[in-house]
């Protein structure tokens, strides 16, 4: 198109509609990708065990990133969606996660035990990855609905894809009705916001509250509503009730998915949501201003009510599970608590923190994911009894843990010390002392049950030592991919925290 | 080569023996004896690698190259063009930590040394540690103590420093204690390693002052604000404190007096170990150290060195006269020869001191390696004879292994000379050199106890070391175990030979007598002090340096004086008109001292454009009057003894003495501490030709001639003896207070532990299971319960504590209804 054209279509809808389409590459090549998928799935039918439609994922995800390298910014789509670089740095995190959960899924028994078709778990982890995507840039409240729609359809069947296993189709089912009922709550609170501000975009909606009175409890209740959707997504407490019975039955790859993408992309839209719509920008802002927030409705004090409470029940309660699986998820919902002081300090400092965070988050948890994986693969249990003498049997899952586990914890010189560094340091330039202070202590709760499980894999059942777990060369070699970032990041952080740095400004109109 | 490949190449270097680690600690089992081949192949690369860093960067001009990118990454250090990288390890709000390596002169000859030592004992240990049952593993140490050890080498900053250092520490530990099954062995690891965290933990503190005062790690940038005036909480005391911290490290490693009682019981580890951490590595770490930061340390911190180190020197030398064990010998004159190193750069002595530590490199390798050699064979011969009782160490058990052994016996007869500072060896250089110094700083200061003591270590040095060779290797066999030896295989004597021919002069000076004849002396200038003036020795400053100080402290008082004459005025203003005119008056006055204190600055300017000039036209004349002099006025600023009053006269008198001086012309020598060296060159050789001399003979004809008996001269001095013999009890004296003090104190913690703080962990403990207990109750009984009202009240108290989450999806429903509206109702 030459430039006298782009001048006639000017600032018409069509214009726009090009002048997005640009914008809307990465995404492009994830439905042509979910497409290919469904079709090489056709041609592969009548061999289960065929993998190809997960390689053609993977080369998607790869022209996906290659096309999210060289991505443009701006706003398109009548201003429904924002490509900046805060939206692109979660695109990455999903992208990440996506690509090497479709590469767990090769190695795992669990999917691939049943002769099962696995055509549709390939597509639909595509398909989730792109409502994921657009969840990270979505700047009006349909859009954001229609994209936690879309991840979340596919998470349900996901979920449940192991459906000969009791466990695993109940855990769906769960999921599905726990999941329509926060949708049908967060609708209801967007309907309560359009109708209080009369505009769906965010940016029309802050628009709107800078410059008219508004009833301070409705706006409140809507925004409550619209962050209990949220919050089920992100599996924040009271919101979270779902989350340790669908981790424990889905498969675990799925339960691994769900923990960082779905949980990634949730922090995403939360921090949009509170940024654009809910408080003013001056132009002269820090990345250490307080945003400051509109109508008095205390944001603030709502999501530090959340973290606190996901961080004590989260960890208090895994200290009790035996399942690793279980352990896992509850252990999730604290790393939710974490991130979550990030999110109420409401400043730029504090998005930089959260995003390094969930970088972090996303290689250790999918690290521990992947030897819970491996572990069930070959002793067929979950269970933390069960992990006695795993560190004899197999040094190389017993060390990978360990260092797994210990950054978890948050230790030094595993990279979650670097996450939790960046959100305690965060927090306590806010000058929230108390929510800093409750946030040491339950990792230091959290340390007991990290060290449990591998306490029980080197401390207990050393006589199972003549019983060695055969690793698979490629098994090694994803372990000490996943092993690398964790150890790097806690040495050379200062790429991420300045890539972070530069991400966390988005774009408001 | 281009700086960037230098740096790369000495990068490799480091991380060369990393890989041979790496390799043997996890391939170790399956390699065997292939280990050593690879160890020592890989450290050979290395050594060839280490020659080329050293010939380019030592003998090629960087500076022009350096300017050209001073925009880029690189930067370089002026005053000895060391040739560094600096990374941005992270950031961290306004704090920026930066990393790097560098390399200069001092690192390049050490890596030189570092390398071949470690490349000769890889070569030796193949033959010595042949046999051993852990012998990939000690592949594996040596490896990782040579990459330590390199990374404290090329560190440009004190955090990789410090970082390596600890590193040392630990791959110390683990070869000294390589034979762990034996006590002693395991003792002496620990014992190493404790005493070093002490001083580790003074250097530690001094790191931190710096850092915290600098805001950086880096050498050449701490040194740089130091030199514009900023010293820590702006107290001269501070900055002498923080020298003496970082100083501390180096006592530690280097084995200084106090902390020098690990080094001997560290003879425990396996020979070759010695040799490596005993001659050229760890031990010279600490002499690396202040000689790295040595720009730093005050008058006052020097002497500290100073002192620390010729303690150190005489007081190992009287232990080493009586040993009998024939690694105890060499190990207390090791100690003692640090203590020399350290004792000469305390001095200001830079040069000679680390020269020393270079030449002792080679020629103590050399007697470690041919006391392994021997004990190599004494342990054989005593297998042969199924001897275990015979002290195969003992020297006593020895003698006329000069048959058996001719190689042995020949290069270390030739390292005995060179320690004692015979002429035509190395350590005739180096010695010479440091005896010079010491006697330049005795009369410079007054300080003789310094040289005194230095001569007398000499003397000492002299006589143990060929007692210890006449002993073991002349006159006959005491035992049928020497009688049984013979000499050993290529492997092990190789080394030997190779490290006495660097030992002979000509690799470091043309003139055996002259070391500042040769590379060495001129490619290793002393380093300018970047301490300000009025904490440094005088005699240590530059011409420059010392000018500009004269100039800043007479500018400062002048314009103090002029504001004190003013302020009477004002006052009298004051007076006079109460209210309006104060004001102006007061303003009047500051201005006048304003306009006074700048003519002065100007006139300052312009004698010193003068002295400058003049200076450049006659420059062999000497600067004598004119230092003098200005000693004089920096002596009355230090002392407070200037009165304002005099300030005028005196800086007058100092602008006049340095235009005449500068009228005779500035020396050729750098300051006087250089001029004085050169003076005391002669008088310093000739006296330790003299007292070498007298060491020798002393030795020949109780030993060899046996003129007079040992042992009566043992009994006459039976106090003295004894208290040598048992190493001046300093073991004992730590034993008794020091050590059982802790363990005394460690127990009433423990008591204090077990009583109290493991009640409140236990407290603690407890509550935490039990606020986890309520809450996970809250989450299984409420939660479901709160459902189950809903449902059906009657099935509250059921057995649910176990149920957890189970099936209940609408109860989850309704929760999130719950809580949504709490959450409105309570934070409306």
Not at chain 1, 407 to 414: D, E, Q
Not at chain 2, 54 to 64: L, P
Not at chain 2, 307 to 312: H, K, L, N, S, V
Not at chain 2, 566 to 584: F, M, Q, Y
Request: charged share 10%; net charge neutral; glycine share 8%.
């Amino acid at each position: 198109m030459n430039p006298e054209q782009l001048k006639i279509l000017g600032s018409s809808f069509l214009g726009d509609l090009l002048k997005s389409v640009n914008l809307f590459y990465p995404e492009t090549a994830l439905v042509v990708t979910f497409l290919l998928a469904i079709l090489v799935d056709l041609f592969t039918r009548n061999r289960p065990s065929c993998k190809m439609s997960g390689y053609v994922s993977l080369i998607g995800f790869f022209v996906t990133a290659i096309f999210l390298c060289n991505s443009p910014q701006g706003m398109s789509f009548a201003g429904t969606y924002a490509v900046d670089a805060f939206s692109i740095f979660f695109k990455w995190i999903v992208l990440i996660t996506s690509f090497v959960i479709i590469v767990f899924s090769f190695f795992s028994k669990e999917l691939f035990g049943e002769e099962r078709q696995m055509g549709e778990y390939y597509t639909l982890i595509v398909g989730m990855t792109f409502g994921m995507f657009l969840l990270s840039g979505a700047t009006n409240l349909i859009l954001i609905y229609l994209a936690i729609e879309t991840m979340s359809m596919s998470s349900y069947i996901l979920a449940g894809y192991t459906k000969e296993i009791k466990r695993a189709s109940e855990a769906s089912l769960k999921y599905v009705i726990y999941g329509a009922t926060s949708s049908g709550i967060m609708i209801y609170g967007i309907s309560l916001l359009f109708g209080l501000t009369g505009s769906l975009n965010l940016s029309g909606i802050n628009a709107y509250l800078a410059g008219n009175n508004v009833n301070h409890i409705t706006l409140l209740i809507s925004g409550i509503m619209i962050i209990a959707g949220i919050g089920y997504k992100i599996s924040a407490v009271p919101f979270h009730f779902w989350t340790p019975d669908v981790y424990e039955g889905a498969p675990v790859t799925i339960t691994a998915y769900l923990s960082v993408a779905s949980k990634a992309a949730g922090f995403a839209i939360l921090i949009r949501l509170l940024n654009s719509a809910f408080t003013i920008h001056a132009a002269g802002d820090t990345i250490n201003t307080a945003w400051s927030v509109m109508k008095n409705v205390d944001w603030t004090m709502i999501i530090a009510v959340l973290s606190v409470l996901s961080m004590t029940l989260g960890n208090f309660v895994a200290v009790w599970q035996t399942n690793v699986k279980r352990l896992l998820a509850y252990s999730s919902i604290a790393h939710a608590g974490y991130i979550l002081m990030g999110v109420a300090v409401m400043n730029y400092t504090g998005v930089s923190a959260i995003m390094i965070y969930l970088a972090i988050y996303m290689f250790m948890n999918l690290g521990a994911f992947f030897v819970v994986m491996i572990i069930a693969n070959h002793i067929d249990s979950e269970d933390l009894e069960d992990y006695q003498g795993i560190g004899y049997r197999s040094p190389w899952l017993g060390v990978a843990m360990t260092i797994f586990m210990v950054s978890l914890t948050g230790l030094p010189p595993t990279a979650g010390f670097i996450g939790k560094l960046y959100v305690f340091t965060a927090v306590l330039n806010s000058g929230m002392y108390w929510l800093a202070v409750i946030g040491v202590l339950n990792s230091v709760v959290s340390l007991y049950y990290y060290v449990k499980v591998f306490r029980n894999m080197f401390l207990r059942g050393a006589e199972k030592a003549n019983q060695p777990i055969e690793l698979s060369l490629t098994v090694k070699v994803i372990l000490i991919a996943l092993i690398i970032p964790n150890i790097a990041l806690g040495i050379w952080f200062g790429g991420l925290v300045n890539w972070a740095n530069a991400s966390a400004a988005m774009i408001l109109k | 080569m281009t700086p960037e490949n230098l740096l790369n190449i000495a990068i490799l270097i480091t991380l060369l023996p990393l890989l041979s680690f790496l390799i043997n600690i996890f391939f170790g089992k399956k390699l065997g004896k292939v280990s050593s081949y690879i160890g020592t192949t890989i450290m050979g690369i290395d050594l060839i690698l280490a020659v080329t860093v050293f010939v380019s960067k030592v003998f090629n001009t960087w500076s022009e190259y350096l300017v050209q990118n001073a925009d880029k990454s690189l930067t370089y250090l002026a005053s000895d063009a060391m040739v560094q990288l600096k990374y941005n390890w992270f950031s961290f709000g306004r704090l920026n930590v930066q990393v790097g390596i560098g390399i200069d002169n001092l690192a390049a000859i050490m890596l030189v040394v570092v390398t071949l030592i470690s490349f000769l004992v890889h070569l030796f240990s193949t033959e010595y540690m042949a046999g051993d049952k852990r012998f990939p593993r000690f592949y594996a140490y040596l490896g990782i103590f040579t990459f330590s050890m390199l990374g404290i080498v090329i560190a440009n900053n004190f955090l990789f420093m410090y970082s390596f250092w600890e590193l040392v520490g630990l791959s110390s530990y683990l070869l000294i204690g390589f034979w762990y099954e034996k006590d002693s062995a395991s003792n002496a690891a620990k014992k190493a390693f404790l005493t070093n965290r002490i001083g580790d933990l003074g250097f530690f503190s001094g790191i931190m002052i710096l850092f915290f005062t600098y805001g950086t790690f880096m050498y050449d940038e701490i040194f740089g604000k130091m030199a514009t005036g900023l010293i820590p909480f702006d107290s001269g005391t501070m900055l002498t404190v923080a020298g003496i911290l970082v100083f501390m490290g180096a006592v530690g490693k280097s084995a200084q007096f106090p902390l020098h009682v690990w080094l001997p019981d560290a003879m425990e580890g396996p020979t070759p170990v010695s040799a490596l951490i005993h001659a050229a590595t760890m031990v010279a770490a600490g002499v690396y150290l202040v000689a790295k930061v040595f720009p730093m340390l005050t008058a006052d911190a020097l002497l500290v060195v100073a002192y620390t180190g010729a303690i150190t020197a005489f007081i190992a030398a009287t232990i080493a006269l009586t040993q009998n064990d024939f690694k105890k010998v060499l190990a207390y004159s090791t100690v003692s020869q640090l203590g020399y190193m350290i004792m000469s750069i305390g001095v200001g002595s830079y040069m000679t001191g680390f020269f020393h530590l270079l030449t002792h490199a080679w020629f103590k390798a050399a007697l470690f390696l041919g006391s392994g050699s021997v004990i190599h064979q004494m342990h054989h011969s005593a297998h042969h004879f199924h001897d275990h009782h015979t002290d195969p160490q003992d020297i006593r058990n020895m003698g006329g292994l000069r048959k058996t052994m001719p190689w042995t016996y020949a290069t270390f007869l030739f390292a005995t000379m060179a320690i004692s500072g015979v002429p035509l060896t190395s350590g005739f250089l180096s010695k010479d050199g440091i005896l010079a110094g010491t006697m330049a700083f005795g009369n410079l200061t007054g300080h003789w106890l310094i040289p005194i003591i230095g001569f007398s270590a000499a003397a000492m040095t002299a006589f143990y070391m060929f007692r210890l060779t006449i002993v073991s290797f002349h006159g006959d066999f005491k035992t049928k175990i020497a009688e049984h030896t013979s000499e050993n295989k290529f492997v092990i004597v190789f080394p030997l030979v190779l490290l006495v021919v660097l030992s002979l002069w000509f690799w470091y000076s043309p003139n055996p007598f002259d070391a500042n004849a040769g590379w060495f002396a001129h490619k290793l200038a002393a380093p300018k002090t970047a301490v300000p003036a009025n904490l440094q020795w005088d005699f240590l400053l530059t011409e420059e340096q010392k000018t500009a100080y004269a100039e800043k402290t007479s500018k400062a008082a002048e314009a103090k004086a002029n504001i004190k004459e003013a302020l009477p005025a004002t006052a009298e203003g004051t007076e006079l008109h109460k209210e309006a005119v104060a004001p102006e008056a007061n303003q009047g006055a500051k201005e006048a001292a304003a306009t006074e204190s700048k003519a002065v600055g100007e006139l300052g300017h312009q004698e010193n454009d003068l002295a400058k000039a003049s200076e450049h036209k006659a420059e062999e004349v000497k600067t004598e009057a004119h230092t003098t002099e200005t000693a004089a006025v920096k002596e009355e600023h230090k002392t407070g003894e200037a009165a304002v009053a005099a300030h005028g006269a005196t800086t007058h008198e100092a602008g006049n003495a340095h235009a005449e001086a500068g009228t005779h012309g500035g020396g050729h020598y750098v300051n006087k501490f250089a001029e004085e060296m050169h003076h005391f060159h002669v008088p310093a050789m000739i006296l330790s030709l003299i007292i070498a001399g007298c060491g020798i003979g002393f030795s020949f004809l109780m030993y060899q001639f046996k003129l007079f008996n040992p042992d009566a001269l043992a009994n006459s001095l039976r106090p003295l003896y004894n208290l040598s013999y048992n190493k001046w009890y300093f073991d004992e004296i730590y034993q008794a207070t020091i050590i059982a003090f802790t363990v005394g104190f460690g127990k009433v913690l423990a008591i204090f532990d077990n009583k109290v703080i493991d009640g409140i962990v236990n407290l603690t403990g407890w509550f935490t299971k039990l606020v986890g207990h309520i809450t996970a109750i809250f989450d299984n009984v409420v939660i479901d319960g709160l459902v189950n009202l809903l449902a059906k009240v009657t099935s509250l108290f059921g057995a649910m504590i176990r149920k957890v989450q189970t099936g209940r999806v609408q109860s989850y429903v309704a929760f999130v209804i719950i809580a949504i509206i709490m959450l409105v109702y309570f934070l409306k």
